[in-house]
């Protein structure tokens, strides 16, 4: 219903600025041909615009829609946390003398990672024994081109990919250490 009220303003705001365009023309003494196609052009023109700027605030009504709809059944996901534990990496380490692969689990070294997820959150616990935990956040920032969810902070880059729904594959490209470290990680 919206689109067709839309559309019919359109229309209106066609038919209306050719109305203008074509007494202004005629006043100025134009010919007929000429007034014609300066009419047509311009109220195609305005025609256009509407239709884009009606098509985006209907876009911009129907997701405030589904936001709104949404949000209260929506609000216990967004509070339930999913966490995940990390047993196994890859790590690729750039030095000055080459590239460094390491690879196994963190389990032979008695290190406990944790990543908890939400949708706008991720955070990341490690635990290694004879040091103190460290704790990181990162924040949502956009969905990457290979489907992962992006997250980020001014040190490390995460990309999330959900391999199952027990399962994940978490990439940090760590800018400080000059790393990526691929982690395979479940709940």
């Known amino acids: 219903m919206p689109g067709l009220m839309v559309f019919i303003i359109c ?6 600025t050719y109305r203008k365009v074509s007494n202004r023309s005629r006043n100025k003494g134009r ?3 000429r007034t014609l ?6 109220s195609f023109i305005v025609f256009m615009a509407s239709i884009g700027i009606g ?10 829609n589904i936001n709104a709809k949404a949000s209260p059944g929506d609000s216990t996901k967004k509070t339930n946390l999913n966490i995940y534990t990390c047993n ?8 000055r003398q080459g590239t460094k692969h390491n690879s196994g689990f963190y389990s032979d ?20 024994p004879g040091f103190d935990d460290s704790t990181e956040t990162a924040k949502f920032n956009k969905i990457a081109a290979d489907g992962s969810r992006k997250y980020g902070n ?17 990439i940090n ?5 000059n790393m990526t470290l691929t982690q395979i990680c479940s709940k």
């Open 109 to 128: 070294n008695k290190t406990n990672i944790t990543y908890s997820i939400t949708d706008t959150i991720l955070s990341t616990k490690m635990v290694i």
């Open 31 to 33: 010919g007929k041909i």
């Open 173 to 177: 490209v760590n800018f400080n250490a």
């Open 154 to 170: 001014s040190s490390s880059n995460y990309f999330v990919s959900y391999l199952n729904d027990n399962t994940i594959r978490i």
């Open 37 to 42: 196609i300066t009419s047509l052009a311009m």
């Open 88 to 95: 196994k990496f890859e790590a690729i380490t750039q030095t």
């Open 55 to 64: 098509a985006g605030v209907i876009s911009q009504d129907k997701n405030t």
């Open 11 to 16: 229309i209106f705001l066609a038919v209306l």
